[in-house]
């Protein structure tokens, strides 16, 4: 039901991230990705961020998704 | 797009296609219960490249669809209110209520502005101070800790202007209405990925055990969709019933802690009131006392006449997966994006609006 | 000394802006029109006879556009621009060239006399770019309120060389759909440059003359069917006319539709839909498939084509409707724009 995008921390105030989207900079209130790092990838939602992405995980995945046969 | 085009990728789709094309012994009604899920499916043409052993139902996880005929007629009157401000997400804007809609009262002056942020709704109550702005908080566990925290910052600036009108509504409990009626028979749970970030996946669990239907979370991209149907009839072919997640990316178990603790700051659970689902006990959200302040039904209290359905709107059986919008005899032939008599074909999530766009 | 001082300043600041004696017909709207003439510079307008007198021989396209966009400066252009190019390229579409135009506006009073050159001098600047003639016009003003800054129309005038019969309802099966460049451009550059958003973007209108691309394609082919620019609704709308008027069905594809990233950024970010952005300087061309390789040829050398791609083709399957094959290889229909694009969040 929701429309989350993945953007990438550029710069960390407090709790409020300058993050990028597919080069689209944008603001985005972190209090509820606590230790989110510059450099990570977080889902934002609504201006705000609702949980980090894993690259790893993420890398997981599609490894899963490529070995499927 | 990083994490949105590598998941897209067509090969990867055919062989996850293929293999989900061995489970041809199955014939199962798989309910993707949230919105953003429909229309992935849509967009993608998923149903297409699926085989017809797989049936997708559609189930009421939009929250648009799912308010009530009277709340819609609620917030329509206090559109009228001309010292209010109606800050909304833009799909409010053309649900028809039993008279009137927002965008009929915006041409009549009312001042409904689409907001994409509950940030946005703030800056206009701090803009306007001799205003009352009304932020109209329709969705599901992925929003209400946003609404929380506003309403935090609210109190901490001591804006005293704001006010929210709360329709938060619950999956899981929705998902437990849909097994109880027996109506249609459910064989798994695409479940909803963002909704599973907060409340994690442990809240499913009830449903895999209780009910022993397999619940999958899934992402919203194709691969995903298709990957978590894949992992669906892997589960029922091999009789488990268990909550897995596909979106591991940004699922947890135990879903996102903060959030948690700020819905259940703000928040109560109560017995609400569901479009198509009758009134489903502990599957909403409402203000705690000590912010009843921010109650825009309390303080406002909007008057409505009878609140009235149109009867021949299918908009309830389809939100239970009961019909398909082909079923209702005013799709398309009278109810059409353009002019729509329910709020599926209004909302950019209505199945009603996805099987006209895309189907 | 003090009031006499005030009194100047205001003179001065009135000096500045568009007040309703400039419409009025007087001294202030001569004023005004000997500086549209002079920026202009055209024998036709130079006359400042009631109408242009131009000679002909041939078949003549005519249209009209009215330009009310808001905000008036966006990134990639302005107003003036935009009306313009839009009216060269609406000429440029059924294949005539673009000779003369109109510009007729309709100024709030108060708008700046300093923004309305620098608008001015845009659509010159354009004009020139595209090798048009600004040869009629009118200024009207009307009291505050009535009017959003300013509104500009624009009607132009070109000519079919004998031969050529481009239109919308030429479109033929088996026909090749070739897209000038990347789509959205314009709408999400409008989009970022109003306040209410929050997010920052390089994207810039595409707002461009495309009567040099008809020019050269006429050159390579005289079998193009039917030419469209997407402007308002999108691609989707537009091709969705063509579906309807030629009585044929199209094919098109996801993955072959260039699309900036950052637009797909916005796009993603506020649930829009790319295929239903408003664009102002691509073009859509049916072309028959033997000519199809050296017509996408001569539009990727042009410097406004550079993007181009073969995106589909006319099919005689589901006539009059417009079928997306997906990046996944599934298949959705492309109905037209319905109504506005809400962005949603949930």
């Not at chain 1, 989350?4 to 709790?15: G, S, T, W």
């Amino acid at each position: 039901m929701c429309l989350a995008i993945p953007a990438k921390i550029l710069k960390i105030e407090d709790n409020l991230a300058q993050v990028d989207m597919a080069g689209v900079k944008r603001q985005a209130d972190i209090r509820m990705v606590s230790n989110a790092r510059v450099g990570e990838y977080i889902l934002i939602h609504a201006g705000f961020a609702i949980e980090k992405i894993g690259e790893k995980e993420a890398e997981e995945t599609l490894q899963l998704l490529r070995e499927i046969i | 797009m990083k994490f949105v085009d590598e998941f897209r990728d067509r090969a990867i789709a055919e062989r996850i296609v293929k293999k989900i094309k061995r489970f041809d012994s199955l014939k199962v009604n798989l309910m993707e219960v949230c919105g953003t899920h429909t229309m992935v499916i849509f967009k993608q043409g998923l149903k297409g490249i699926l085989p017809k052993n797989v049936n997708l139902l559609s189930g009421p996880g939009c929250p648009v669809c799912v308010t009530s005929q009277e709340d819609i007629d609620k917030i329509i009157e206090l559109a009228k209110d001309e010292n209010v401000i109606i800050a909304t997400f833009g799909d409010m804007i053309r649900v028809p209520g039993t008279n009137s809609s927002l965008e009929k009262e915006r041409g009549n002056g009312a001042d409904v502005r689409i907001i994409y942020s509950p940030s946005e709704a703030l800056r206009i109550a701090r803009e306007n101070p001799v205003r009352r702005v009304v932020f109209l908080a329709i969705g599901f566990e992925t929003t209400s800790p946003l609404i929380a925290a506003s309403l935090l910052d609210v109190q901490k600036e001591k804006i005293d202007n704001f006010y929210i009108f709360s329709n938060h509504k619950l999956i899981p409990p929705a998902m437990e209405a849909l097994l109880e009626s027996k109506e249609v028979r459910i064989d798994g749970f695409i479940c909803p990925g963002h909704v599973s970030v907060t409340i994690g996946s442990n809240a499913y669990k009830f449903i895999a055990q209780k009910y022993n239907v397999p619940c999958v979370i899934g992402g919203f991209e194709p691969l995903d969709v298709l990957q978590t149907i894949y992992m669906l009839l892997k589960q029922i072919k091999e009789k488990r019933a268990e909550v897995e997640i596909e979106y591991f990316r940004a699922v947890h178990p135990q879903g996102n802690r903060i959030a948690q603790e700020l819905i259940d700051e703000v928040f109560e659970v109560s017995d609400v009131m569901w479009r198509g689902l009758g009134t489903i006990p502990k599957s909403g959200l409402r203000l705690k006392s000590k912010f009843s302040d921010f109650d825009a039904e309390k303080e406002f209290q909007p008057k409505t006449r009878k609140s009235k359905e149109n009867p021949d709107c299918a908009c309830g059986e389809v939100l239970r997966g009961v019909k398909k919008p082909t079923q209702c005899k005013l799709y398309r032939r009278i109810c059409t994006p353009e002019e729509p008599y329910g709020p599926c074909m209004v909302s950019s999530e209505g199945t009603c609006a996805a099987y006209y766009k895309y189907g | 000394m003090q009031p006499i001082t005030n009194m100047v300043e205001k003179f001065k600041d009135d000096a500045k802006k568009i007040l309703l004696a400039h419409g009025s017909g007087g001294k202030l709207t001569h004023q005004l029109i000997k500086s549209f003439v002079k920026k202009f510079r055209n024998l036709p307008l130079a006359r400042l006879d009631d109408s242009a007198v131009l000679k002909f021989k041939g078949k003549l396209a005519f249209t009209t556009d009215s330009y009310v966009v808001d905000p008036i400066y966006f990134p990639g252009g302005d107003i003036g621009k935009l009306a313009v190019n839009g009216t060269v390229n609406d000429l440029a579409m059924v294949g005539a060239r673009p000779l003369y135009l109109s510009a007729a506006t309709i100024i709030e009073e108060g708008f700046s006399l300093v923004e309305l050159e620098r608008i001015v001098d845009s659509m010159n600047r354009a004009a020139r770019a595209a090798g048009v003639k600004i040869v009629a016009g009118d200024t009207k003003v009307v009291g505050r309120g009535s009017a959003d800054k300013i509104f500009i129309n624009t009607s132009g005038i070109g000519l079919i060389d004998s031969g050529i019969d481009i239109s919308s309802k030429n479109a033929r099966i088996g026909d090749r759909i070739i897209l000038s460049g990347t789509i959205g451009d314009h709408g999400i550059a409008i989009l970022s440059a109003r306040e209410r958003f929050d997010f920052q973007t390089k994207v810039k209108s595409d707002s461009q003359p495309l009567n040099g691309i008809v020019w050269e394609i006429l050159k390579v082919s005289k079998k193009v069917h039917a030419l469209r620019d997407p402007t308002r609704g999108g691609l989707a709308t537009s091709l969705n006319e063509i579906a309807e008027q030629s009585g044929v069905g199209i094919e098109i594809e996801e993955e072959k539709i260039p699309v900036k990233e950052e637009v797909k950024g916005v796009c993603e970010m506020l649930g829009f839909d790319p295929l239903y952005i408003a664009n102002e300087g691509k073009l859509v061309a049916f072309v028959p498939e033997r000519d199809c390789a050296k017509v996408l040829n001569v539009i990727r050398k042009n410097r406004y084509g550079k993007d181009a791609q073969i995106i589909g083709t006319v099919v005689s399957r589901h006539k009059g409707r417009v079928l997306v094959k997906t990046s996944v290889g599934g298949e959705r229909v492309l109905d037209m724009l319905t109504g506005e694009q809400l962005p949603r969040i949930c």
